[in-house]
Structure formats: structure tokens, C-alpha cells
């Protein structure tokens, strides 16, 4: 079997989500406490043992590629001004040479065709996939359990999580079969379901391993009514000629996607941190007792 040694991160999309802020700044660039939202979903990835970084992008994201780069003059500084741990720190977290690649998305045709995009990079091998809107909280990372779970079962695994009816619509929603290893067979996939079409409450989270048969299927597939080609729709086709797999990861996900999920990872991952988690308490603790006063005084005036 082979190892799981890459990794594709989809950084191509437009974040319109949080205009003005990515007029300038790539989404994936926005700062959850005081890390780029891409500096978590590539720590996860390095943690469970990924070698090499692939990072889809498209235009206005070239930030990205220098956030990954070295930056001579900025390590200079500090190493002149005595910000020894920052260096360091900074250093730890630079990819080693030749172990990042790049390449653009040229054309807004959804995530099966930004996978697509990225298939001359990965080769014939098994490729882990980070969404990286999707910031996971756990004791062990997501992948890092994906990872153990593949050395069991081989093919592809896709990671899940319960959410809420009213939530089935925004996300890729999968069908549980018998239990296999720490894992179990996937019965069915179906992205952004109908009411009526969801086939149970687990949701594709942004995790995956892949096998490389999925460029074949994403090579002849349409692209649907929105202009997309859908990932969940390959890998459906994909599920019907080779082994697939649910993990059901028991963590935090945080959609930062959304302004809520953004907002949320921000109050978890600072509260998580033992360098700030007391103030930021203390100061939720007042912002949200004069938010709650004042909505019940502006609910006694209205009613
Ligand atoms: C994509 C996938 C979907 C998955 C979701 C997780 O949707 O297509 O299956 O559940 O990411 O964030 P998108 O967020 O691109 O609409």
C-alpha cells in the first residue's frame, strides 16, 4: 500500500463571503487568533505525516506562495533585534525546499475542478485533501486518524460529522454502511441534498484521502446547472469501482466559510491557548452580558 505523501489544498476561491476584507487578502489568509486560517489545515496535514504540499490557487493569492516562502530580511531583523523564539518559530514552520508546489485554477469550475487541476502534481499515488475553510479542534488531528485508519483499509476515506437538518443543504451529505475497522463502508454521496434527498445527518467536513482514479473520473465529468464540477458526484462514481470509507471524526469543525464559523474558531482557538484563555474569558464574559442586556431591554420596549 502506498504511504499518503501529499496533500492538496484548494486555495482558489474568492471568499466572497467576507468582501471587503478579500478584495486584498486571500480567504485563506485571514487570521484565526494569530495564525493564517492555511497555517492550521497545513499544520494538521504536517502532523499526520504529509511530505509535500500542493496548493491550488488562482489569481490574487500569490501571498499564499510567499507566506510559504522564506523570508530573508524579515529573519535578519529579528535575529538583530534578539526575537530569538519568534525566529524560531518562523523557521519551524517553513516548508523545507522543494516540498511545496503551485498551480492555478484558471477558470471558477467548482472543487472537483480544482482537484483536477492539481493531478500532473500528485502522480498515480494515494493524495490526502484539505479543505481549507474547515478548521478541525482535537486531541489527535483529523488526518492524522484518517491516516491510521487508511494503513488499515487502503482505498478512499472521506471524514464526517453529524450536523443539522437545517444545515444538510450547504454541504456534501454521505449514506452509512457495516462498520469496517474504525471506519465504515459509504453507501451513498450526495452533494447539497434536496429536502427529502438527505440520506442521514453526517457531512463531508473537508477531509479526504483520495486515490488517483479520481482525475480519470474528474477528466469526463460535466459540469453541473451552477457551472461546477462536483467532487462528491466523482467520488460517488469513484465508490462504485473502488473501496471507499466513512470516518467519523468526533472533533470540533469550525466552517470558517461563514462569518459565524469564523468568528467562533477565533473564540475557540484563543480560548484553547493557555497565553490568553483567562482574559478572553473575562472579556466575553462582559461583552456578552451587556449584549444580553440590552437585547432584553430592546425586547421590553418592542413587546
Ligand atoms: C464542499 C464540498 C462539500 C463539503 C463542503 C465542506 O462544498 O463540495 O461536499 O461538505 O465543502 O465544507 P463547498 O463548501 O465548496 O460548497
Known sequence: MHKVRKAVFPVGGLG???L???KTVPKEMLTVVDKPVIQYVVDEARAAGIEHLIFVTGRSKAVIEDYFDAQVELYTTLAARGKKEELEHLKDIQPHPGTTSFTRQQQPLGLGHAVWCARELVGEEPFAL?????LMQAKKGCLSEMVELYGKTGGNIVSVQECRPEEARQYGLIGKGCSIAHGFRIT???EKPQKGKIPSNLYINGRYILQAGIFKILEQQECDSDNEIQLTDAMLKLSAIEP???FHFRGKTFDCGSKTGFIKANVAFA???DDLRDQ???TLNDLLKDAIRKRASYMDTEG
Open 271 to 273: 480560548l484553547a491557548r
Open 20 to 22: 471587503p476584507a478579500t
Open 16 to 18: 466572497t463571503r467576507f
Open 244 to 246: 471507499f470509507y466513512g
Open 188 to 190: 451513498t454521496m450526495v
Open 280 to 282: 478572553v474569558i473575562l
Open 130 to 134: 484539505l479543505l481549507p475553510d474547515m
